[in-house]
């Protein structure tokens, strides 16, 4: 098998060939495993299971449960599906949970769904038939609406019907901001996401950006334009800007920029740019975070911030925050 690191040795042209090559053609037995980390979520986890258990292209679900002390190994284990795996991971965090049932998992595919999220009808078929399209695709995604913690939607991302995300070689593009932001939205071949070593363990935010850039440097993605997950909005959100500041996420920009993976296939030149327009994404991320969860004082102190990195930048992430009061 290819490694990330036999790609990475390779003259640039030659990076090209391999990157070609890597992905097998999908075929019509292609398998899909879907991998949920699950801590205390209770409340969510049968909603969550159920909606996998639905995805007819889906042949097996594995629950990493990461030390819960509720009733969520009770809810997993009283359902009754031959497809479903539960496993412990003994607290070790949300990345090591991913990885563990990653390296368990047979399918040809993996999909990472959140454990208070769940899959639209038709989600995994969707991005299968982009996939097929797509050969060369190391990772397929689509894109989310919102829902509360009741499960009433509160996201009107249907209003962007007709947008089109970044297919192909999108690496530069990714860089510069995390636009996949769920994992519930994307297939990622399982051959390639082990060549690149999974998600960081060391990363307690934004290990998903990584582990997609990465990715990104030794193969191509495929954009699927449908909503294929309900995204849950609520205060145990590790993204919630109740909790979080622009400055939890900023180690991952370091670990991205640090990555020799990723820098070997960044255009020459390009790093401190990209670099800084990742920090600008985050921050106006965050204060979009802020607006949704009535937070308006730290939005107004985060697009400081951005105007503080580029006034240019500023207007842009302005009308971001405020679509985000329409759930946007």
């Known amino acids: 098998m290819i490694t990330a690191e036999d790609v990475l040795d390779l003259p640039v042209g030659a990076r090209v060939a391999t990157q070609a090559r890597l992905p097998l053609p999908v075929g019509s037995t292609t398998s899909v495993s879907v991998v949920i980390p699950a801590k205390n979520v209770a409340a969510y986890v049968g909603e969550t299971l159920a909606s996998a258990l639905a995805q007819g292209e889906v042949t097996e679900v594995i629950v990493v449960d990461d030390g819960s002390t509720d009733n969520t190994i009770a809810i997993v284990r009283a359902i009754r599906d031959p497809r479903l795996r539960l496993m412990t991971n003994d607290s070790a965090g949300v990345s090591a949970a991913r990885n563990l049932g990653a390296r368990h998992a047979s399918g040809e595919w993996l999909l990472f769904l959140d454990a208070d999220d769940r899959l639209r009808?038709?989600?995994?078929?969707?991005?299968?038939?982009?996939?097929?399209?797509?050969?060369?695709?190391?990772?397929?995604?689509?894109?989310?609406?919102?829902?509360?913690?009741?499960?009433?939607?509160?996201?009107?991302?249907?209003?962007?019907?007709?947008?089109?995300?970044p297919s192909g070689d999108v690496l530069t593009r990714l860089a510069a901001g995390n636009f996949i932001v769920n994992g519930g939205i994307a297939l990622a071949r399982a051959e390639a996401f082990r060549a690149i070593g999974g998600f960081d363990t060391s990363l307690?935010?934004?290990?998903?950006?990584?582990?997609?850039?990465?990715?990104?440097?030794?193969?191509?993605?495929?954009?699927?334009?449908?909503?294929?997950?309900?995204?849950?909005?609520?205060?145990?959100?590790?993204?919630?800007?109740?909790?979080?500041?622009?400055?939890?996420?900023?180690?991952?920009?370091?670990?991205?920029?640090?990555?020799?993976?990723?820098?070997?296939?960044?255009?020459?030149?390009?790093?401190?740019?990209?670099?800084?327009?990742?920090?600008?994404?985050?921050v106006t991320y965050s204060a979009m975070q802020a607006v949704r969860f009535g937070r308006y004082r730290q939005a107004f102190i985060y697009l400081g911030m951005v105007g503080r990195r580029s006034l240019k930048a500023l207007p842009r992430s302005a009308l971001r925050v405020a679509l985000a009061c329409f759930g946007i």
Request: hydrophobic content about 45%.
């Open 204 to 282: 307690r935010y934004c290990e998903d950006w990584h582990c997609w850039c990465r990715l990104a440097a030794i193969g191509e993605f495929e954009f699927a334009p449908k909503l294929l997950l309900d995204y849950r909005l609520h205060t145990a959100n590790t993204m919630n800007a109740a909790v979080r500041t622009p400055q939890d996420f900023f180690p991952a920009i370091a670990r991205v920029f640090d990555d020799g993976l990723i820098l070997a296939r960044l255009p020459e030149g390009t790093a401190a740019r990209l670099r800084q327009a990742a920090e600008i994404h985050l």
């Open 121 to 165: 009808p038709g989600a995994v078929a969707a991005l299968l038939a982009a996939a097929r399209g797509a050969p060369r695709a190391v990772l397929v995604y689509g894109d989310y609406n919102t829902i509360d913690s009741e499960g009433r939607q509160v996201g009107r991302r249907d209003l962007l019907k007709g947008r089109r995300k």
